[in-house]
């Protein structure tokens, strides 16, 4: 471990793909003397690539245990498949590292206690990878919605509408599967590609429940207030993958606030992601890849910029855990976790094909789109309703189950 004085040792595991994004993000700090990287780790071949050389000195491997026995670092970003997730933390941890953790961070709760207790006996913490919680247009919305602008909140929506190619699903061994060699994987639209849009909702929800600025509603008796209580989701395919391309999804709290998800990988015109916040005195939008916030009042969309970087968050944290919080800690992804595990027990997503897809392009470029899949996800955000209820022909009746109940400590807060 590094002394006083001294940059914190960092290494990244899962150096390509995704990671990347976490080398160039890592370079000008480790060039500044902020942190020093001293490995990078993956399957792969890692090479230098332009925002993100490999560092002389720093050591390049295969295995991320040989890794940590050589280098020891003080914090290791893991930037790998999900279902590899918690063996890697909890080697990271034992080795007494600090980890950034790339969303999603788990794929069940028996998961996050088990990644949580490893935590809390090494004395060390983790911060999870969903980087719009840091936004300071979030901010701004819950502390709207706290200050009551909104009258009191009656319902919580997202819409998005992305394309992803054949190629996307040829990437890796793990794409597009719910399970791989006997472990879960579930790399469907809510829970991979699209998690950030159901996180920003579950933050703007635990923002609402802890003001008080719910709208009195029929609440889960024996549920925390801003626990997800009983899921209603509707899982949809367009290819012959295991999990989902397109899903609508409802979480009723524990206070009766509903949390609903309309959100596609085969969709037209492109909706990067919003956040629909329903109030007894107005409506607010979040765009949240770009931070543009509609509040009541406002003439239009404006962006709201700034973002706190979880390294540099969790660097600082680090050095001053009294004063700065985490803004991503494990305990505050509990509920999204959840949501992860009841989908993960949902029945196989329904295929929708035939005339009502259009493929466009060839070969790992092709796309497929599900025709006027955006208006309907569209008219779901605005009614708080599930595509089956709006008599969207390719819709199928919802799974309806209860939630389980989190043992483990959570973080109120809004970052």
């Not at 190629?167 to 579930?186: F, I, K, N, Q, T």
């Amino acid at each position: 471990m590094t002394g006083a004085g001294t940059p914190p040792r960092v290494a990244l595991v899962g150096a390509s793909g995704h990671g990347m994004w976490h080398r160039r993000t890592i370079t000008p700090l480790h060039d500044t003397g902020r942190l020093e990287l001293v490995a990078l780790v993956d399957v792969r071949p890692v090479e230098s690539a332009p925002g993100a050389p490999v560092p002389p000195g720093a050591g390049v491997f295969t295995d991320h245990r040989e890794m940590l026995a050589a280098t020891r670092p003080d914090v290791v970003v893991v930037c790998t498949p999900p279902h590899t997730h918690l063996p890697i933390a909890l080697d990271a941890v034992a080795a007494g590292a600090d980890l950034l953790l790339e969303k999603p961070p788990v794929l069940s709760l028996a998961e996050h206690r088990t990644l949580a207790a490893a935590l809390a006996g090494a004395g060390r913490v983790a911060q999870v990878g969903f980087q719009a919680l840091g936004s300071a247009a979030l901010r701004e919305l819950t502390s709207a919605v706290a200050d009551g602008r909104l009258g009191r909140v009656t319902g919580i929506c997202t819409v998005a509408s992305w394309q992803r190619t054949d190629g996307y699903y040829a990437r890796a061994p793990w794409a597009g599967r719910r399970s791989l060699d006997g472990r879960p994987v579930l790399d469907g639209v809510l829970v991979n590609p699209l998690a950030h849009a159901v996180m920003q909702c579950l933050a703007v929800a635990g923002a609402a429940v802890a003001a008080g600025a719910v709208a009195p509603l029929a609440a889960v008796h024996g549920v925390a207030p801003d626990w997800p209580a009983q899921v209603e989701l509707e899982r949809y395919r367009t290819r012959p993958i295991e999990v989902d391309d397109t899903a609508a999804l409802r979480a009723t709290l524990g206070c009766g606030l509903p949390v609903l998800a309309a959100v596609t990988l085969a969709g037209e015109e492109f909706v990067a992601g919003e956040v629909v916040v329903h109030g007894s005195a107005g409506r607010a939008v979040l765009d949240y890849t770009t931070d543009h916030l509609t509040l009541p009042g406002d003439q239009g969309p404006r962006a709201v910029p700034g973002r706190v970087n979880l390294l540099e968050n969790l660097l600082a944290h680090r050095a001053d855990p009294g004063t700065v919080p985490l803004v991503a800690p494990l305990p505050r992804t509990a509920a999204f976790t959840a949501l992860v595990q009841a989908i993960s027990a949902a029945p196989e997503p329904e295929l929708v094909g035939g005339e009502r897809v259009l493929a466009t392009g060839g070969g790992a470029d092709r796309v497929l789109t599900i025709r006027g899949v955006n208006a309907a996800l569209r008219r779901a955000a605005a009614e708080g309703a599930l595509l089956s209820e709006l008599g969207v022909p390719w819709a199928v009746k919802p799974h309806r189950a209860a939630v389980e109940q989190e043992a483990v400590e959570r973080e109120a807060g809004d970052g």
